[in-house]
């Protein structure tokens, strides 16, 4: 039987571009996403999420095999907290109940290479706290200077999203029920959401001085998209709670030899 599997951001960049290889692969695919999709659903509100869970059941029968939690947003603005972070956790947590019935299930979610830079560590604490109101609140005033503090919003979202998958994949609800949990960090992928940042040579240059990508410079959505597609393929069966960054090289010249 072909695998089920769910992405979220799905008409759109890279939840596109996996949507896509899937299909190509033989895999159905139930897209979620604003427009364009096979269910619509707000992630940024309680509602849509649980909109999100109920259409896929229905959807589904009720068993899937794997989520793929890519929706976000990247502009200095609450909403960019509302559905990088508490939308992307509520569609993990919420449809793993559907992964029950699969002999293969799996989960991972996209993070980012933004995780490394500059956050703000009160956001971050927040959204490890699972506390959304509050983590709204600090966002509106952190997004009052766009330029400056708004700039920490999407970072703090990616630093407590990688966090969290660190916490919860090797616990009994994810390792315990042989569901491997992970994320990914990409650098810059072509797509719409960074457009604008990379139109002109000039713009390009001066954003990979900031993320630099000595392998292959920006990249294409379907790069991700492979590197998701295995992780949540049943080949996948002992990779728990990593973030794999697939960046040209960002983290390995950021952070050298700190981490490994
Ligand atoms: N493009 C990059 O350089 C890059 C780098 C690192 C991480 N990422 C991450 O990859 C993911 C996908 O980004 P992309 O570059 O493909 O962007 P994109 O803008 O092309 O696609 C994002 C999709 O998410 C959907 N979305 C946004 N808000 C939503 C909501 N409230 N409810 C449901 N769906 C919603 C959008 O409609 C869109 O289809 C994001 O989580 C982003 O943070 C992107």
Redesign the pocket.
């Known amino acids: 039987m072909p695998r089920t599997s769910v992405i979220?951001?799905?008409?759109?960049?890279?939840?596109?571009a996996t949507k896509e290889l899937l299909e190509q692969r033989g895999e159905r695919v139930i897209g979620?996403?604003?427009?364009d999709a096979e269910v619509v659903?707000?992630?940024?509100t309680a509602e849509?999420r649980g909109a999100l869970v109920d259409a896929v059941r229905e959807v589904s029968g009720g068993r899937i095999d794997a989520v793929y939690a890519?929706?976000?947003?990247?502009i200095p603005a609450p909403a960019t907290v509302a559905?990088?972070f508490f939308?992307t956790v509520a569609s993990i947590e919420g449809l793993r109940p559907l992964l029950a019935g699969s002999e293969a299930p799996r989960a991972v979610v996209?993070?980012?290479?933004?995780a490394l830079m500059a956050s703000d560590d009160e956001l971050v604490a927040l959204l490890t706290d699972g506390d959304e109101p509050a983590a709204m609140d600090r966002a509106q005033v952190l997004a009052k200077e766009p330029s400056t503090t708004g700039q920490l919003i999407y970072a703090s979202t990616?630093v407590a999203l990688s966090r969290w998958v660190r916490r919860k994949a090797a616990t009994a609800e994810w390792a315990g029920a042989g569901i491997p949990l992970n994320a990914v960090?990409?650098?810059?992928?072509a797509?719409?959401?960074?457009a604008d940042l990379i139109d002109t040579e000039q713009e390009r240059e001066s954003l990979l001085k900031v993320v630099p990508m000595p392998l292959n410079g920006i990249a294409e959505?379907i790069v991700v998209a492979r590197l998701l597609a295995w992780l949540n393929s049943a080949e996948n069966t002992h990779l728990c709670g990593q973030i794999v960054y697939v960046d040209g090289g960002s983290d390995a010249v950021l952070r050298g030899d700190s981490v490994w």
Not at 8 to 16: M, N, V
Not at 32 to 35: G, S, W
Not at 110 to 114: D, I, R
């Open positions: 979220t951001g799905a008409a759109s960049g890279i939840g596109k979620v996403d604003l427009h659903a707000d992630l940024s849509g890519v929706a976000g947003l990247a559905v990088n939308g996209v993070s980012s290479m933004a990616k960090a990409p650098g810059v992928i797509t719409p959401m960074t959505p």
